[in-house]
């Protein structure tokens, strides 16, 4: 068993708080390689007032119980914005950022002549290589090119992730090994993004490089040495950022209780994988031909990718802008979520692409009636959400726009009448659901159903055009 552990509450706040955190925050900035695995991230939140995407800051588990009166098969755990939470030990989006105790100055484990002080006194160290932050465009392009021709170096050394499908809660920990490979003197592993949210949507992220990428792409990550602030009072050591995702707490999640840890899932995977591939030696072998990597489960599609597989070729796809390849999803009648930090544009690139789409804000305070409709409580006739009867009336010929302003109960019959002509229409009705990631999960539960069906269940049950599509942020 390794020493490798998490911060506990305490730790983390109140009297017991490391000196480390009173310095710099709970806030943990999160690794591009962390996201790629289905780590959830921020959109507005950045670490030490940093505004690059380097900065964006994620979420991550301690070792903590809840608490009393709590359930007790969630762990505490710490937000994106540096305050503490909960989390069930199934999930598999949330972070691991380790921690490490050790017994004195002179045994912290490090690399060879990487410490130093910081302005603030804390003490960093470097220990152990991991991969973390994705390579350049340009570099993506000719790292692929070497690998597909098998020009490319591979080392003695791989990095072991999970390979279920990053929203599922339902299956344990299966592997996955991910072959390092050595160009111009830097180390890369070639992985396969498995992004949250992708068994709802069709997710992008726009990573550190600046780049776009979508579930299922493939992406170059650098393999870097990790960076750990040194506690020297409580002599413990924290990574400095969040450094894996995609791994659950425990998949059993039945009673947790904090003496509990070094049993669960997630302690496994820390003994048994990360700290080997911390600490592998730095070498590499050249290939004769490509090496494939370890066969892995393939992330299984969500009904929308199923029903509107992208027929675009990868290699055309690299040629289009980031508006074209968004634009394309859409036109191709694919459901989109546009993750990134908050400020670049996500909304204002497809309110220019579709200007008449309808805008959704979305609100931890927002009434449900603006979702799900309302009922008239004198007549008890059916209200439908003022978006629902938008999307009908774009649809809807003038003799029908003037029925349903004559009475809004006629909706519901052309509201099938205009989905059987949506069958066969080219023109996308747009529903943008702003900064769905940013509110609670009540509130996200009211819209799910409009990208998994495209149906309101309103009275009667009002049925939106089939060539309804929905762009969501976050």
Known sequence: MSDFTFLTKEQCFGREQLDI??????????TDFSILLGGVFSSDDYIDNDSSLEGITGGYWTKSETGYGMRKDFVYVIGDSGNGGTNNMKIRYCGGRPALPFSEGSSIPMNEGS????????????????????????MQDRLESAYKSGTISRTKNSYTTDSIDADSPYYIFQPQTHQEYEYNGKNYVRI???????????????????????????????????????????KMMIAEKIIFAGVQFDSRALSYSTEDFDKTDIKTFMDKYLSKDLEQSRGTITLEKQTEETPEIQPRKSRLQKLNPDKTEEQDRAKMTDTEIIQNWIEAGESVLLRGPSGIGKTERIKTLYPDLIYLKLTNNMFPEKVV???????????????????????????????????????????DEVYERSKTSDKKIVIMLDELLNVKPAVQALVYTLVLNRMVEIGKGLKLPENVVVVATG
């Open 21 to 30: 955190l009173e310095k710099r925050g709970t806030k943990a900035a999160i």
């Open 192 to 234: 396969k993004a498995n992004l949250h949210g992708a068994s709802l949507f069709d997710v992008t992220v726009k990573l550190s490089n600046g780049e776009w990428y979508r579930n299922g792409d493939y992406i170059w990550v650098e393999v870097a040495p990790v960076k750990w602030l040194v506690d020297e009072k409580a």
């Open 115 to 138: 410490k130093k002080r910081a302005e603030d006194g804390v003490l960093e160290v470097e220990y152990g290589y991991y991969p973390q932050k994705a390579a350049p465009r340009d």
């Open 373 to 415: 409709g309302s009922v008239n409580l004198q007549t008890g006739q059916s209200i439908p959400p003022d978006f629902a009867k938008t999307a009908i009336m774009q649809g809807a010929t003038e003799e029908e726009r003037k029925l349903i302003e004559e009475n809004i109960q006629n909706i519901y019959d052309i509201a």
